[in-house]
């Protein structure tokens, strides 16, 4: 009884990074150009996009809200973006400028679920189409693109022979973590999403907490927007569309649970490259992108069920 135990106990804690390392075994055995370099770095280097943005991700969840509205506010940081640069505006105001849009929108959604007290799920879903609907307008609905070499350097360029994403998204990582196990923030994150009513009694302002996560998922997504322009050397209004599930099935593969409460970053940074190898492999293996979307259904509601069985097991 004690091993069954055990090895309960090993699963819900290791699960994800044995179910990581699993999948990159047998999609190296079916494809051998699955583990070369190149590739790998490729794996880390598109994770980075809706990783970072998984991380803001993260705070929201925790809380036990939801947060529809990301790609769509990486589509429109990323189109202004790209109008201030072809506008020559310098590269020291343009990022600031960017991560402020992303912030606006974050803040906006943030002051609705909790002054408006509307559920954060239709907030965000409206949200989404606002933001999708200001970057068409800003756009007139055509991508703006040709920016210049510094810039490009952003998202395309490399320090000691890694890409900069990658860097961004690991130094991402590691300033989540520490915001979320050793600042006030992060521990009534964690608070908000067990019992909030709790959190209210003892005198501390949910409401203040709960907006700043959502300011904190608006202004990841706008980062997600930098890297991405710059990568592609255009933005588009169409970018980031679909990203939101990625971004979801990341945290919560990660083990973050949807009730709030429970998970940490770094199951959400296994839980974005499990994504990402899932992703490449099918692509490897020249499966359809229209039963890929299957899967990634699958992915999700798998994710889910097992995130309620955590719940009942607590």
């Known amino acids: 009884m004690s091993a069954r135990i055990n090895f309960v106990e090993t699963l819900k804690n ?5 179910a990581f390392f699993l999948i990159c075994l ?4 079916l494809s051998p150009v699955f583990f070369t370099l190149n590739n790998i770095t490729n794996i880390i280097r598109q994770t980075s996009i809706y990783g970072i943005m998984a991380v803001g991700m993260t705070f929201v969840i925790l809380t036990g809200g939801i947060d529809l509205s990301v790609g769509s506010v990486l589509a429109v940081s990323g189109a202004i973006c790209a109008g ?3 506008a020559g505006m310098p590269i020291g105001l343009v990022i600031p400028a960017t991560l402020g849009i992303g912030i606006l929108f974050g803040l906006v959604s943030g002051l609705f679920v909790t002054m408006a007290r509307i559920t954060p799920f239709v907030v965000t879903l409206g949200m989404m189409s606002i933001a999708r609907g200001f970057a068409l307008i800003y756009t007139k609905g055509y991508p703006i693109s040709g920016f210049s070499k510094s810039f490009r350097q952003i998202g395309g360029g490399y320090i000691l022979s890694i890409p900069i994403p990658i860097l961004l998204f690991i130094a991402i990582v590691i300033i989540a973590y520490i915001v979320l196990t050793q600042t006030r923030l992060g521990r009534y ?3 908000i999403g067990g ?3 709790t959190v209210r009694l003892s005198g501390i302002n949910s409401n203040y907490f709960k907006t700043l996560v959502y300011v904190i998922s608006g202004a990841t997504a706008a980062f997600s927007a930098l890297i991405l322009t710059s990568r592609l050397n255009s933005a588009e209004p169409i970018a980031g569309t679909g990203y939101e599930l990625d971004v979801i099935a990341a945290v919560v593969i990660g083990g973050t649970s949807l009730n709030g409460g429970r998970g940490s970053v770094w199951g959400t940074f296994i839980g974005a490259l499990l994504i990402g190898v899932i992703n490449n492999g099918m692509n490897l293996l020249g499966i359809s992108p229209y039963f890929q979307q299957v899967v990634k259904g699958l992915i999700i509601i798998g994710a889910v069920w097992l995130d309620q069985l955590r719940g009942k097991e607590d």
């Open 14 to 18: 290791y699960g994800i990074i044995l």
């Open 26 to 29: 047998v999609l190296s055995i």
């Open 84 to 86: 201030l640069l072809k």
């Open 189 to 191: 994150t964690y608070a």
């Open 195 to 197: 019992n909030e009513e």
